[in-house]
Each structure stands twice: as C-alpha cells, then as structure tokens.
C-alpha cells in the first residue's frame, strides 16, 4: 500500500475535516456499501511529488463514553501497527480532555512509531497560545492547523513526508 497516515483522536475534534481536506479530489473510497457502520475510511493523497495514503478513524455510532473510550483506543492500537505516520488530533479550543489522555498514553508506549501532534480548531493565530497546554501530553510540538480553513496544514503535511 505504501506509506499509511493514520488518523486517530477522540470524536467531535475535527478528524474527518482534516481527512476529507488532505485527500480532497482524490478520494478513492473503498468500500462503498450504504448503512453499514464504517470505522475506517481509507483515501489517497499526494504531497511533495510523494502518493500516500490516509486512513480516517472513528465513524462508529455514538452511544456512550465507555464505548468511546474502548473504540478509540481500538483504532489507536490498529493504527500503531498498520501506519507510517499517526497524526492525534485534539482540539486546541476545547483543552486536554480525559480522553485524549487516554489516547496520549498508549500513543507514548508506540517507540519509534512517528506521531505528530495536531492542535486542530486554530482558525486564527489569536488561539495559538492554547496549543502550549498539549504539550502535557508528552508528545512534543503541538501543530496548530485549521482543517476548516486550511490554516497550517502545507506544513503539516510537510512535516508528514519528512517521516516516510
Ligand atoms: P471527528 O469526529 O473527529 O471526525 O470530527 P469532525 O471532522 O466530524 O468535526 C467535528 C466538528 O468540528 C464539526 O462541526 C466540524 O465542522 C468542526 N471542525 C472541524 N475542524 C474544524 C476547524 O478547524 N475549525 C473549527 N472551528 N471547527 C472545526
Ligand atoms: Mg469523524
């Protein structure tokens, strides 16, 4: 399949935003069966003269934060194993919540997996501040992006080559 980019975080954080702008016209949905509950959703981008491919988590059901957590941290384990690159999303307006802690923990114990840390929801630089608090997370620089208006994703994805 070549180089993989997963995409993990908790629900509501902008996730499915970021996949849809990072594959744009590009989308080659795999599978295309209507009513079925999908949890993965793959496409193909290109970056750089670079093809790769993205892999959006997380469009199960809502039904119950235990159920959350255990999805999530499912998607969390599948992408360490299946991915070149993990992008975790959180929402730098909304702070660290529980679970990203949650995921924040396993995503430290993954040595030598690349994970980059996307600060998503900085529609304007006046929010960048608030990414300084993810840095609790242990896992380096927070990216601040917007995936509604495109704010920092080129260096995003910038940075996202220079890991293959
Ligand atoms: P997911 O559950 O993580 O896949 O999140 P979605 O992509 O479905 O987005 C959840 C909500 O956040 C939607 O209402 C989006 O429009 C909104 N959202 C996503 N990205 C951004 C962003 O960069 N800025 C703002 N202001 N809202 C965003
Ligand atoms: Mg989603």
Redesign the pocket.
């Known amino acids: 399949m070549g180089n993989l980019v997963a995409i993990v ?1 908790r ?7 970021l996949f849809n702008r990072l594959i744009q016209t590009r989308q080659a949905i795999v599978d295309e069966t209507s009513g079925t509950t999908r949890d993965r959703q793959y496409g193909k981008t290109e970056w750089g003269g670079l093809e790769f491919s993205v892999v959006d988590t ?1 469009g199960w059901v809502v039904n119950s934060d235990d159920i959350f957590e255990e999805e999530i941290n499912k998607q969390v384990k599948i992408a360490i194993q299946e991915a070149d690159v993990i992008l975790f ?1 959180v929402d730098v307006m909304n702070g660290v919540t529980d679970l990203d802690l949650g995921v924040a923990h396993i995503l430290r114990r993954a040595k030598g997996k690349p994970v980059i840390l996307v600060t ?2 900085a ?1 304007n630089f006046n929010v960048h501040p608030l990414s300084a608090e993810f840095y609790s997370l242990g896992l380096g620089d927070p990216i601040n992006i ?4 495109g704010a920092g994703t080129g260096d995003l994805l910038d940075l996202v080559i220079s890991k293959f």
Do not use: F
């Open positions: 975080g629900p509501n954080v902008g996730k499915s935003t997380g999303v998503n929801k529609d917007s995936a509604i208006n």
